[in-house]
């Protein structure tokens, strides 16, 4: 059973990630740990009780993210789900951290290595999801014969091309507003 403290500081965990989160949305990874522990109405210290390094707040927010990922696919590989409901799946994963993820996507190159890594690792977890279902319809002969790299690469660009360019696309959320037409013409490209 855990202490009233530990149940404390799990929430103040917590507390730093949600907005950390928020604030690397709006300001982007250049924000400051100070900026962070206004928003969250923290004192500046707190953040390094929690995450020694800038580095290591950035890694557990990635690692968040993921396991969110990869517990969604894992559940839908399971049940055997099929293409259309896998894509909508990972944009519906995607529209909860859309702003999150749409600064990660630009300024990918301008964090650590160690994020860096934790960003291929995500994009891993997707890609080895998605294989199994187009295997799956490959071996039905319902999809065309194409690399698996080629598959995952057009999923992903085509995700990314409307995330950073969605000024173009919409006023408020890309992948609210687009979700069913970029899964439908996705699936019309791929599909025999």
């Not at 740990?33 to 004192?43: D, G, K, V, Y």
């Not at 002969?141 to 080629?150: A, G, V």
Request: charged share 20%.
């Amino acid at each position: 059973m855990k202490t009233k403290r530990q149940i404390q500081k799990e929430a103040t965990r917590k507390l730093i990630l949600d907005t950390a989160y928020q604030v690397y949305a709006d300001e982007g990874f250049s924000a400051t740990t100070n900026q962070i522990a206004r928003a969250a109405n923290l004192s500046h210290g707190t953040i390094f009780v929690h995450f020694p390094t800038v580095e290591n707040l950035i890694i557990c927010l990635l690692e968040r993210f993921g396991l969110e990922i990869n517990a969604q696919f894992h559940f839908l590989a399971e049940k055997d789900e099929s293409l259309e409901t896998f894509l909508a799946a990972h944009i519906s994963v995607l529209i909860r951290y859309e702003d999150f993820y749409k600064r990660l996507i630009s300024e990918i190159n301008v964090l650590p290595q160690e994020a860096k890594y934790v960003f291929i690792n995500i994009q891993s977890v997707v890609s080895f999801h998605l294989n199994q279902v187009i295997e799956r319809d490959q071996e039905n002969e319902t999809i065309k014969e194409i690399p698996m790299h080629i598959v995952f690469n057009s999923w992903l660009g085509l995700i990314h091309y409307y995330l950073t360019n969605s000024y173009l696309f919409a006023a408020g959320s890309v992948l609210t507003d687009h979700k069913d037409e970029l899964i439908l013409n996705y699936i019309k490209l791929i599909r025999k």
